[in-house]
């Protein structure tokens, strides 16, 4: 539509009730974050200008360097396990294999619970007293080798990213199979008639002509890993020894438990900045046109 002075106002008249929700809902919160970052409270009602002290603070932080070192382990995990998962068991969802309608609804059963009863769930799948994986190693002959994954510092990110893959996976598995769903099936038969199958198949054409939904759901859990937070929060509470503390639970126990909300404020511009420097980042990396 061209824009005249005719319908100028009714474009404005569309435009400006959005663009002041979103000024007000995500830009102002965004400016005020920069701002609170460059105080420092002494009391509830008493703060001070301290300009880049925070943010020097930060930097110089050994804790933060090893929040932000598990925040990109875990975001590196859980997005490649996710997707791989993800990909396969939506594209056998996707072949209507026999019971899928069954295998879907399981697939995606552990997405709808709250993320507090998922970090319950596998404190109790872990636990050296009551829990599944003890018994299991005991069966298989590894009895001797069990170490409590939650309390152990090198297991415990391992095994928060279990957790979060088992939460989260069947989502993408929706969304893939939802990708496969729109591919042109007469270009998949005639690929199936010249004789294409299994590895080449996904390879040569469903990858190419799924790139569009592949591109999405790597983003979206990229960027979603970076914000995690809850389960992290409920299973381990950053423990032990820091060993599965990521960024967003560093910066909730500066700002609401040491009360540094300036450090804290510092810390959330760190994840925005990194947020948006990941999506354009992978985008720029990723651009290829679906072929369909």
């Not at 090893?66 to 072949?95: A, H, R």
């Not at 799948?125 to 599944?132: A, C, H, R």
């Not at 979060?164 to 199936?192: D, K, R, Y």
């Not at 040569?204 to 990229?222: A, C, E, F, G, R």
Request: charged residues 10%; positive net charge; proline residues 4%.
């Amino acid at each position: 539509m061209n824009i005249t002075k005719k319908n100028i106002w009714v474009i404005l008249a569309f435009l400006v009730p959005g663009s002041l929700i979103y000024i007000y809902l995500v830009l102002y919160p965004i400016g005020q974050s920069v701002v609170l970052s460059t105080f420092k409270w002494d009391t509830l009602a008493s703060s001070r200008f301290v300009g880049l002290d925070n943010y020097r603070s930060v930097f110089a932080s050994q804790l933060f360097w090893k929040s932000m070192g598990n925040s990109l382990v875990f975001m590196v995990s859980t997005t490649l396990l996710q997707v791989i998962f993800g990909f396969t068991l939506g594209y056998m969802v996707y072949l209507q294999m026999r019971g899928y309608r069954f295998y879907k609804v399981i697939f995606f059963v552990p997405t709808v619970l709250p993320s507090v009863a998922v970090g319950f769930i596998w404190n109790y799948i872990y636990s050296p007293g009551m829990g599944l994986l003890k018994p299991f190693m005991a069966a298989i002959g590894q009895a001797e080798n069990y170490i409590p994954p939650l309390s152990s510092p090198a297991l415990a990110l391992i095994a928060v990213i279990i957790a979060q893959t088992w939460n989260s996976c069947g989502v993408q598995v929706i969304l893939f199979n939802s990708g496969f769903m729109n591919m042109p099936h007469e270009v998949i038969e005639s690929a199936t008639i010249d004789g294409a199958s299994g590895i080449k198949m996904i390879y040569h054409m469903v990858i190419p002509l799924s790139w569009d939904i592949i591109k999405m759901v790597i983003i979206l859990q990229t960027v979603g890993a970076l914000r995690s937070f809850d389960l992290v929060y409920v299973m381990t509470g950053g423990g032990p020894n820091h060993s599965t503390e990521l960024l967003p639970l560093h910066l909730f126990v500066n700002s609401f438990q040491n009360f540094n909300i300036g450090y804290g404020n510092v810390i959330a511009i760190i994840i925005f900045v990194m947020a948006m420097l990941l999506t354009m980042g992978m985008k720029k990396i990723m651009y290829k046109e679906s072929i369909y």
